[in-house]
């Protein structure tokens, strides 16, 4: 019998992947301009959006691969 625990840890691994994937689009959106952020501080909150991507995409994969090997 399959390991419950197994399946909703990839589903908590995909839940993350699909947020950085957002988090990534905002972070370009807000580099592009299209999100409405004062000049000054757009790369400042760009870039801190865009590490919380990666970030979220890093722990999203940790997570996946934690599923796979139970």
Do not use: C
């Not at 908590?12 to 592009?32: E, K």
């Not at 301009?33 to 801190?48: I, K, N």
């Amino acid at each position: 019998m399959p390991d419950p625990t197994a399946r909703h840890t990839q589903i908590v691994a995909l839940a993350m992947i699909i947020s950085a994937i957002t988090l990534g689009v905002i972070g370009y959106l807000i580099f592009a301009g299209t999100v409405p952020v004062p000049e000054e501080s757009r790369p400042l909150v760009g870039g801190a959006v865009g590490i919380a991507a990666v970030l979220d995409l890093l722990i999203g994969i940790w997570f996946f691969s934690k599923g796979q090997s139970s």
